[in-house]
């Protein structure tokens, strides 16, 4: 992406999901003194120049307050006032200004402070385990050095006394996890991690009573530190995402207008539509809720619903599920449902059954703790028993059994992972891919077989005129003159792609549901689908074909067909060929019609194509490709992929995607190029083996260690360098991130080439 | 050795001090936007400046 510009295509596509001004009051919060703060989120911020541009775009406007970009959340926060000398306000203009500044902007609503609590809470751990280390590293320092008995009992006892609390405090999340998982009868990363902690401060504090030469105070708090720094890390990231990926609430509308018995209207929110209420939804609006329509006919692009690519007529008594677009007319609904109840609720109800394959997952640092932490007890234990029995001397067999835990304790496995998993999940953040959480990169790494949905995943949403079938050159200059009365996705298709100069007509109406009239003297030109053009009489053709067609007709007779096909997401033939390269298998699971999934598929070069799936039915793939021992990578967008995208082994979603496609993707992608996903396999495998690196190295130098240890020679020095050693060669290697399997990279690249090179000969 | 009574003291005083500059950072969100306050150092001054 070039810094800070967009086509203005793109700008000129956005304009078309502009919120009203009550739609954006509702979402503002009100901060009294007339003032409302508006949270906004605007993806495509991404440098220092994005943040003075927006900024500086919003407090031109008279009624801005303050504005402040948050790059790291990709958020703005704006502050407004309601009125300026007693006239209201359109804080609408406040997206107008995002808009026109060259970038997109979506509502947002602010969840729950509830996750930056849990942050803040890590970090002040931090900050105390961080402050107590350094202190007791100090006075351990001074006893190293050779502090002899009255000083080093008292420096022993004021490392105590900041360890103690220190411990407490910073150590609780790993004792409440280490309980956690005990009392299920589990084991996991911190029950070797609290018992070290515990077991070591206890010894220390038994060997500083008898003022004993060695103490572990240093050890048990720096090893705190480190994991903290893992375990924030960790959180951060997924944070981080979440917070991106919430913050885009592009499809789902806020309110609608409630029409009242006396007739008078005003907007609501979402939630307070009642079951019977009649609302009005004007063209380019989307419908709130599931409805009957009671007046009114219009198309409506059900896309991001079924799969369903080319725009459905809808008249009297038709029902609409929520989540449409109406394109045409306007109507007015009769809510059949609540917002809860709608069709989401039963889509969210079958992600419920969905997910069982995924929560079935063991992140691969508790694998790795069940095989380590029975080694380390059972290590510790024997040493404890060897010198017991061997040496006779039960105090220096404990002494033994707290260096061999302390030195195998896993702060570097505690690291290993999260570090590899931040600095890629930063990376693909860079190339606009949105990681929601460690597992999930994890989990991308072992996927084999990539599922695509058609409509808004390879293919755009957008139709392009593919074919012209008329004798008459006259003809494209007619319809090109009609279509740009009209704002239905086809007449706009129609209009981009000719290049004719349009011919003037005496009037046109548009007819919602039909198509398009016009009248140039006697004649009467009509642009739509087939009965509409050329009368009722006439049997439309069977929907077999892969196009959407338009007629044209003139006084009633078949004057010229053309022919659309949905636009191939940019990048989609070079997505499919590397994931080829790179060993993956490719199908196609979608709600539109076979037909039209077929052409698709052929135009990419996918062997399987299921079309005409329901929501279920894609569920069902997934689970019977998981049978089959294979795992699934889905990718898809509309509120039917969402079971699906949670079924699936690990799932990806487009920015665009529905609200709840979205939150049920592993990862989100932002930009428009399907590369993203062979991108973010690329990064995840590579992450995937630095991490085996990473246990490699880690486990390698506790073995070094531990005969150390076990022969009693593990003096406090020895263990503290032995645990930030391991630490930071960890850290190390996963910086390596960027460097590491480039080569690789460009040798699945060189074998496109030579395919291309082979479809060119 | 009588001056590690106030040595000691005084070096636990200022890492305490530390840790609570560090507090306050973190109450007052300064590490709520990372990436943004790295690019605001190179910004004009004009556009962080509230309007009267």
């Given at each position: 992406m070039t810094c800070c510009t967009m086509d203005a295509e793109s700008v000129l596509a956005l304009s078309t999901t502009s919120s009203s001004a009550e739609e954006v009051r509702l979402v503002s919060q009100p901060l009294g003194e007339g003032l409302r703060q508006l949270d906004l989120s605007v993806p495509d911020v991404h440098c220092g120049g994005c943040i003075s541009t927006i900024e500086r775009a919003l407090l031109s406007l008279p009624f801005v307050k303050t504005a402040r970009?948050?790059?790291?959340?990709?958020?703005?926060?704006?502050?407004?006032?309601?009125?300026?000398?007693?006239?209201?306000?359109?804080?609408?203009?406040?997206?107008?200004?995002?808009?026109?500044?060259?970038?997109?902007?979506?509502?947002?609503?602010?969840?729950?402070?509830?996750?930056?609590?849990?942050?803040?809470?890590?970090?002040?751990?931090?900050?105390?385990?961080?402050?107590?280390?350094?202190?007791?590293?100090?006075?351990?320092?001074?006893?190293?050095?050779?502090?002899?008995?009255?000083?080093?009992?008292?420096?022993?006892?004021?490392?105590?006394?900041?360890?103690?609390?220190?411990?407490?405090?910073?150590?609780?999340?790993?004792?409440?996890?280490?309980?956690?998982?005990?009392?299920?009868?589990?084991?996991?990363?911190?029950?070797?991690?609290?018992?070290?902690?515990?077991?070591?401060?206890?010894?220390?504090?038994?060997?500083?009573?008898?003022?004993?030469?060695?103490?572990?105070?240093?050890?048990?708090?720096?090893?705190?530190?480190?994991?903290?720094?893992g375990r924030t890390l960790d959180h951060v990231m997924r944070e981080k995402a979440r917070a991106a990926i919430n913050g885009l609430a592009r499809l789902a509308p806020r309110g609608a207008l409630l029409i009242n018995p006396d007739g008078s209207r005003h907007y609501i929110a979402i939630e307070e539509i009642a079951a019977g209420d009649e609302i009005s939804i004007a063209a380019g609006e989307r419908v709130p809720v599931d409805g009957i329509v009671v007046s009114g006919e219009s198309d409506v692009d059900l896309s991001i619903v079924t799969g369903e690519s080319s725009p459905v007529a809808v008249a009297s008594n038709s029902e609409v599920s929520s989540g449409a677009m109406n394109l045409t007319g306007s109507l007015v609904l009769r809510a059949t449902k609540i917002a809860k109840n709608s069709l989401l609720s039963e889509i969210i109800g079958l992600m419920e059954a969905a997910e069982g394959g995924r929560a079935r997952y063991r992140r691969i640092a508790d694998r790795a703790a069940a095989l380590y932490s029975p080694v380390v007890h059972l290590l510790a234990l024997v040493s404890f028993l060897g010198w017991g029995f061997l040496g006779g001397d039960w105090k220096q067999g404990m002494l033994v059994a707290v260096a061999v835990l302390i030195i195998t304790c896993p702060c570097a496995l505690g690291l290993a992972v999260p570090v590899v998993?931040?600095?890629?999940?930063?990376?693909?953040?860079?190339?606009?891919?949105?990681?929601?959480?460690?597992?999930?990169?994890?989990?991308?790494?072992?996927?084999?077989?990539?599922?695509?949905?058609?409509?808004?995943?390879?293919?755009?949403?957008?139709?392009?005129?593919?074919?012209?079938?008329?004798?008459?050159?006259?003809?494209?200059?007619?319809?090109?003159?009609?279509?740009t009365h009209s704002r239905h996705p086809l007449s706009r298709a129609l209009v981009r792609e000719t290049k004719t100069a349009p011919m003037s007509f005496d009037s046109v109406t548009e007819i919602p549901g039909g198509g398009l009239e016009a009248r140039n003297g006697a004649d009467v030109y009509r642009l739509g689908n087939t009965a509409f053009a050329c009368g009722t009489s006439v049997v439309p053709r069977t929907a077999d074909s892969p196009f959407s067609e338009v007629v044209l007709s003139k006084n009633g007779v078949d004057f010229a067909r053309f022919f659309f096909d949905d636009t191939l997401r940019p990048g989609a033939c070079e997505a499919i060929d590397r994931l080829g390269a790179a060993g993956l298998e490719t199908l196609i699971v979608s709600g539109d019609r076979q037909t039209v999934v077929d052409n698709t598929a052929h135009a990419l070069g996918i062997d399987r194509a299921f079309g005409s799936l329901t929501p279920k039915q894609k569920v069902?793939?997934?689970?019977?490709?998981?049978?089959?021992?294979?795992?699934?990578?889905?990718?898809?967008?509309?509120?039917?992929?969402?079971?699906?995208?949670?079924?699936?082994?690990?799932?990806?979603?487009?920015?665009?995607?529905?609200?709840?496609?979205?939150?049920?993707?592993?990862?989100?992608?932002?930009?428009?190029?399907?590369?993203?996903?062979?991108?973010?396999?690329?990064?995840?495998?590579?992450?995937?083996?630095?991490?085996?690196?990473?246990?490699?190295?880690?486990?390698?130098?506790?073995?070094?260690?531990?005969?150390?240890?076990?022969?009693?020679?593990?003096?406090?020095?020895?263990?503290?360098?032995?645990?930030s050693t391991s630490s930071i060669i960890v850290v190390t290697n996963a910086l390596r991130l960027n460097a590491f399997g480039k080569r690789r990279d460009m040798q699945i690249r060189g074998g496109i080439g030579r395919s291309a090179e082979v479809k060119a000969a | 050795m009588n001056m590690l009574i106030y040595l000691i003291p005084i070096a636990l005083l200022m890492g305490g001090m530390g840790l609570l500059a560090f507090l306050w950072s973190l109450r007052s969100g300064q590490y709520d936007d990372l990436q943004g306050a790295a690019w605001r150092i190179l910004a004009e001054d004009e556009t962080d400046q509230r309007k009267p």
């Open positions: 970009v948050n790059l790291t959340a990709r958020r703005v926060t704006c502050v407004y006032q309601e009125e300026v000398e007693t006239r209201a306000t359109d804080p609408s203009k406040i997206l107008a200004a995002i808009n026109s500044a060259g970038y997109r902007a979506h509502l947002f609503t602010p969840q729950a402070p509830e996750n930056d609590k849990t942050r803040n809470q890590l970090l002040l751990a931090i900050g105390v385990s961080g402050f107590a280390a350094a202190n007791i590293m100090l006075l351990s320092v001074s006893v190293w050095s050779g502090a002899d008995a009255a000083t080093r009992d008292m420096f022993h006892w004021i490392s105590a006394m900041i360890a103690a609390p220190a411990l407490v405090y910073a150590g609780r999340f790993f004792f409440k996890s280490a309980r956690n998982a005990l009392r299920h009868g589990r084991t996991n990363m911190d029950v070797p991690i609290s018992l070290a902690v515990t077991l070591s401060y206890a010894v220390s504090l038994w060997e500083t009573v008898h003022h004993g030469e060695h103490a572990w105070f240093d050890a048990s708090v720096s090893l705190l530190f480190f994991l903290l720094i998993q931040v600095v890629a999940a930063g990376e693909l953040f860079r190339k606009g891919i949105m990681v929601k959480d460690g597992s999930a990169l994890e989990r991308l790494a072992e996927a084999d077989t990539v599922a695509f949905d058609k409509t808004g995943t390879l293919t755009m949403g957008s139709p392009r005129l593919v074919g012209v079938g008329t004798m008459d050159e006259s003809a494209t200059a007619i319809a090109h003159g009609l279509a069902e793939e997934c689970q019977r490709l998981n049978g089959q021992g294979r795992r699934v990578l889905m990718v898809g967008d509309g509120i039917n992929d969402a079971p699906a995208l949670a079924a699936a082994h690990v799932s990806m979603a487009p920015a665009t995607a529905s609200d709840i496609g979205r939150q049920a993707a592993d990862l989100v992608f932002f930009n428009d190029r399907l590369d993203a996903v062979p991108e973010a396999i690329a990064v995840a495998r590579r992450s995937a083996s630095l991490i085996r690196q990473n246990f490699a190295l880690a486990i390698g130098y506790n073995v070094l260690a531990v005969p150390i240890a076990i022969a009693g020679l593990a003096t406090p020095l020895i263990a503290a360098v032995a645990m | -």
